[in-house]
């Protein structure tokens, strides 16, 4: 098992790992992926074979983490959140992310791997049936301060 870089190559396993292992799917998800978090997103590999991913942006918010079915509970979830908290730090300090109110395992996950629930936010998710979602942060540390020059105070 290896973590790397999500790459264009790694595509069309992640949407069918998306797919099967998200409810309510959207198929823009792959768009946004593309667009937005190819640079901090990182796939779980097995013989090539796509086994898990984390969708996440250079700002710290993580879109999702999917895990195949069959491969839960061994702790490669938490291997993806660790390694996307090592290629964010010192230039983020709060990873964030968003949770269906009605999943408590999911909810135990994140709070396993540091994550605390600070907020309901209603109708988070307008497709699903549980609507309703938790926001979860997780402090990873100070960010390097870039420093200021006189012409920008």
């Known amino acids: 098992m290896s973590i790397t870089p999500l790459e264009d190559a790694h595509m069309a ?3 069918v790992l998306l797919r099967s292992a998200l409810p309510g799917y959207q198929p823009n998800m792959m768009k946004l992926v593309k667009t937005k978090c190819l640079k901090c997103s990182f796939v779980l590999t097995e013989d090539e074979m796509v086994c898990g991913a984390l969708v996440g942006d250079d700002a710290g918010y993580i879109f999702c983490i999917a895990v195949k079915p069959f491969m839960r509970s061994q702790g490669h979830g ?14 983020v300090s709060f990873l964030t992310l968003h949770a269906q109110s009605q999943s408590s395992d999911l909810h135990s996950f994140y709070q396993r791997n540091g994550f605390t629930k600070s907020r ?3 109708d988070y998710y307008r497709r699903l049936a549980d609507k309703d979602a938790y926001e979860f942060s997780c402090d990873i540390g100070s960010a390097k301060r870039r420093k200021v020059s006189k012409k920008e105070a």
């Open 13 to 15: 396993g992640v949407q």
């Open 78 to 91: 938490s291997e993806l959140l660790q390694h996307y908290k090592r290629h964010l730090s010192g230039r």
């Open 120 to 122: 309901l936010v209603p």
